[in-house]
Nanobody, 126 residues
Framework: QVQLVESGGGLVQAGGSLRLSCAASGRTSATYAMGWFRQAPGKEREFVAAVSSGGSTYYADSVKGRFTISRDNAKNTLYLQMNSLKPEDTAVYYC????????????????????WGQGTQVTVSS
């Protein structure tokens, strides 16, 4: 089992920045592929960013150039640096772990992930 706990969400004005953190514990490893997803009210959950076991990063087109995913393997923590935030970025953000090593390009798909955090709310005001 892998436990994931997100933090760092909050209320920010458009154009501002936030950094989300996801602390992993349990049966986890620095080689596990991990990602961020988000779900806005009335919408389906969507992919935001991911990092494969080889260190390759993937981003949704809507956040490219604004968001950066990174990980601190020593701390078993995944991060999402979000800059130039827009009101349409408002959502609950979820951290997820594949639960093992993974290198495929479909790391952008939710079905690849076995473990999910409880989510953290990000609200961007206009």
């Amino acid at each position: 089992q892998v436990q994931l706990v997100e933090s760092g969400g909050g209320l920010v004005q458009a154009g501002g920045s936030l950094r989300l953190s996801c602390a992993a514990s349990g049966r986890t490893s620095a080689t596990y592929a991990m990602g961020w997803f988000r779900q806005a009210p009335g919408k389906e959950r969507e992919f935001v960013a991911a990092v494969s076991s080889g260190g390759s990063t993937y981003y949704a087109d809507s956040v490219k150039g604004r968001f950066t995913i990174s990980r601190d393997n020593a701390k078993n923590t995944l991060y999402l640096q979000m800059n130039s935030l827009k009101p349409e970025d408002t959502a609950v953000y979820y951290c997820a772990s594949v639960g093992g090593p993974y290198y495929g390009a479909d790391i952008t798909e939710a079905y690849r992930y076995s473990y999910w955090g409880q989510g953290t709310q990000v609200t961007v005001s206009s």
